[in-house]
Nanobody, 127 residues
Framework: QVQLVESGGGSVQAGGSLRLSCVAS??????????LAWFRQAPGKEREGVAA???????HVANSLLGRFTISQDNAKNTLYLQMNSLKPEDTAMYYC???????????????????WGKGTQVTIAS
């Protein structure tokens, strides 16, 4: 059973930084590659795709977050990261890690559907 466990959320002042981590285990579907992604959902709003990264090293960050958010991974630690800088109050949300097969990233379908989800970590930005 695939498990995704997020950490690193918290409360910071606007302009600050946070780095979220997601440890992935039992990714048995990855024999043909994988797609890992971060999503967020603020209260009363729809879930939003933040960034995705595939097993070939390809990555995508939502246009509105380019320059502030960076996605990366440490294969040795089976960990996905989201570095968030210059944080704004509107970045306040629950952040989720998600995983799926390689094609989710290459087709862009990760935005709409992923196969496995973590429970999330809360990020709160104070103005």
């Amino acid at each position: 059973q695939v498990q995704l466990v997020e950490s690193g959320g918290g409360s910071v002042q606007a302009g600050g930084s946070l780095r979220l981590s997601c440890v992935a285990s039992a990714m048995t579907f990855t024999t043909s590659g994988y797609c890992l992604a971060w999503f967020r959902q603020a209260p009363g709003k729809e879930r939003e795709g933040v960034a995705a990264l595939d097993s070939d090293g390809g990555s995508h960050v939502a246009n509105s977050l380019l320059g502030r958010f960076t996605i990366s991974q440490d294969n040795a630690k089976n960990t996905l990261y989201l570095q968030m800088n210059s944080l704004k109050p509107e970045d306040t949300a629950m952040y989720y890690c998600a995983a799926g097969p390689f094609l989710r990233c290459t087709t862009g379908s990760w935005i709409h559907a992923m196969d496995y989800w973590g429970k999330g970590t809360q990020v709160t930005i104070a103005s």
